[in-house]
């Protein structure tokens, strides 16, 4: 069975981090190009981070560059998120995307004093 | 950046009813567009890829078309399973990578 399962997700303080993971399983991992999407509760969806098969490509969104790191492990068939310095509205459900077919299901990100 | 625009923005129809979304993308984004399902609490689903080609196992009555700037997504015969909010996404100019506001689909 093709599946992404996320997690790594929690409650954090303002100015904390974060490590997302995304284990993948049922499809060659190390050919997909790997995305991380967000959506804030009862909003729409929000890319943050995409990263090639090799790793060679890297793009963030203006709102995390700087702060967020997207990595992956093609041997472990794992992508992860570091995220620092969080902020309020970096308050979502955050999912990780293979290709634009595969999809986790979320993980939870509350950032809340 | 390529802005996306939907419309509407919610639409209410009947069980059997042909409904039809807008996208539109505010530059030339070719057939780089993909159309996504998403049910409350569940992550997106793809249903449409390159504005036209039905995803594998997604029903024939999901069809979109369109290229360039201006895009339309259709449900031949509304069903009470497609009770969901739709987004389109376009991915020919990364980053960003960018989707619409979406449009939430009810059952009148």
Known sequence: ?113 | DIQMTQSPSSLSASVGDRVTITCQASQDISNYLNWYQQKPGKAPKLLIYDASNLETGVPSRFSGSGSGTDFTFTISSLQPEDIATYYCQQYDNLPPLTFGPGTKVDIK
């Open chain 1, 1 to 113: 069975e093709v599946q992404l399962v996320e997690s790594g997700g929690g409650l954090v303080q303002p100015g904390g981090s974060l490590r997302l993971s995304c284990a993948a399983s049922g499809f060659t991992f190390s050919s997909y190009s790997m995305n991380w999407v967000r959506q804030a509760p009862g909003k729409g969806l929000e890319w943050v981070s995409y990263i090639s098969s090799s790793s060679s490509t890297i793009y963030y969104a203006d709102s995390v560059k700087g702060r967020f790191t997207i990595s992956r492990d093609n041997a472990k068939n794992s992508l992860y998120l570091q995220m620092n310095s969080l902020r309020d509205e970096d308050t979502a459900v955050y999912y990780c995307a293979g290709g634009f077919n595969v999809w986790g299901q979320g993980t939870t990100v509350t950032v809340s004093s």
